[in-house]
């Protein structure tokens, strides 16, 4: 699902997992800050689980230390294109009954233990921006394999409309479309 950035595509993301106000979202402290702005606009507590001091990446062993019954989300981040522990990440989201939202803002074609990132967490999120590995000044991509989270995505990155222009508009008419939810001009 294309997005205007990466940032964006985070905030989507914790919207279609409906977090609510007290949920918490386990994270790394090595971060940009757009990982933690995300999780407090979704009215959610971020809660940092300490690295892996040899990855730079959120250990895992940490992040159980810091699950507690409010835990909804555990969002590891890709630093520097290198790949989070996710086997034992998504065994402990199971475990717990929470989801795993990963960003990978610099992790675009990396790969763990012969997985593209991008195929392992309930959702993922990348980065076109300027910095990154793939670079188109800006912009961004979520993948997830939920077409209930795809398709709430979809409404809240354009304005919470329940059609997109392509829908809209065909050589034949024009569909109706209304405004489902308040989104945004993502």
């Known amino acids: 699902i294309a997005v205007n950035s990466a940032t964006a595509g985070l905030q ?3 919207r279609a997992l409906d977090l609510k106000s007290g949920d918490e979202v386990i994270t790394t402290p090595l971060t ?3 990982t933690i702005n995300v999780i ?3 009215g959610a507590k971020p809660v940092f689980a300490d690295i892996d001091r040899n990855t730079w990446n959120i250990d895992p062993k940490e992040i159980e230390k810091k699950i507690t019954k409010k835990t909804r989300v555990i969002l590891p981040v890709h630093l520097h294109g290198r ?3 996710m086997d034992p990440i998504m ?3 199971r475990k717990y009954k929470s989801h795993v939202v990963e960003d990978a803002a610099h992790a675009i074609e990396a790969i763990y233990h012969g997985k593209k990132i991008g195929s392992i967490g309930d959702i993922t999120v990348f ?3 300027v910095t990154k590995n793939l670079a188109t000044g800006e912009g961004g991509m979520v993948t997830t394999d ?8 979809k409404v809240l990155r354009l304005h919470g409309l329940s059609l997109d222009a392509w829908k809209r508009y065909s050589v034949a008419h024009f569909k109706l479309y209304e405004a489902v939810e308040p989104g945004f001009k993502y």
Do not use: G, T
């Not at 939920?146 to 995505?153: G, L, T, V, Y």
């Open 40 to 42: 407090l606009h979704a």
């Open 127 to 129: 980065s076109f921006y």
């Open 12 to 14: 989507l993301a914790l």
């Open 32 to 34: 940009f800050v757009s």
């Open 83 to 85: 790949p989070a522990e």
């Open 91 to 93: 065994s402990l989201a």
């Open 146 to 153: 939920n077409e209930k989270w795809a398709d709430r995505i």
